[in-house]
């Protein structure tokens, strides 16, 4: 018998999204998941134990349950093969990661860029940051994952995992998968060129979270008139034309890129609506109309759920974790002599 394949993703316990974020990651992540929960697990994780590598608070427990409901959402539909856990629910995580922290390499460690740029300089780095990449190895192996949805910036860290893998493989005893490779992942997200929502206030730029200015990005708490306004004052160009240019016209190539978005529409079919359009102002309206009711419809549904059903859903999804977990850990242990 074949074995069901594994899809997992980790997402992050941290506060806001931008429009950015949710319409290039959360959405695409929620299709994927809804075409796939018939014929794989699709394991959906917060890594909590990977928030505490910097300063956290009470506030972890809400922002845990959080992303797990915007997910929801979103149009996650659930089914028995959907699987929402806690990593720090799930102890074969840390267990595992102290048996591939005897596997990985310094140097290895060493190279990964998202450790670089957290410790430049700092006077005192702890030592999970630079851990960090191991524990999501573990995140990973334990559940023989071949497909793991992450942004460019986590490739780095998928690399390592095949890495770590192979050599546990080789050296020990043959127990993990190894996760795809990142240009297969790429083409298994069906995303084709990634969506890559820019900056309002400077389209040079994508739009971040982490962006000074208020008016350059939307958030997903926004109320419908903060977003109107934030895209009413976007930053255009003076060509004088409303067409598809994100090289000679960023800002308005992205509100046509927004707009086609938010409305689930093909991008050619609005860029062929504004053909020969001049007044920016008019698309402006536009959008900021319809982004206006993606938000209000998206508020809407977010509100309806509860606390108590991602709980509940945590609840059989850690269940489930902790046996696939479990077995994989012992193998591992016994690859180690451990039991
Ligand atoms: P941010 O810059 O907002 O902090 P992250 O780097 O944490 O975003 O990325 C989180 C996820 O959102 C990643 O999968 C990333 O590819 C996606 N993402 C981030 N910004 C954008 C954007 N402007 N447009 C589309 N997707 C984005
Ligand atoms: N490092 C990921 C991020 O920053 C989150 C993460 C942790 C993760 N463990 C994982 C993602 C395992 C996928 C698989 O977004």
Redesign the pocket.
Known sequence: MTKTPTI?????ANSELTLGNFLGALIPMVRLANQHSETAHINI?V?DL?SIISEVDGELQQNIIKPLKNYLAAGLSLNEHVHFYR?SHVPAHSELCWILNCVASMGDLNRMTQFKDKSEGKESVNVGIFD?PV??AA??LLYD?EY?P??E??FQ?LELTRRIAEKFNKQYADIFTLPAEPKQQVAFMQVGEAIRIRDLQNPEKKMSKSSQSANSKIMLSDTPEQAKKKIMSATTDSVGKISFDMFNQPGISNLLQIDALVNNAPLQEIVSTWAGETHYGDLKQKVAEDVAVFLCDFQRKLATISDQEVLEQLKIGEEYANKIANAKLLEAQKAFHLR
């Open positions: 997992l993703t980790g997402i992050r994780f890594p990977h990593q960090y524990l999501m995140d990973i994952a793991v992450v942004g910036d986590q860290h």
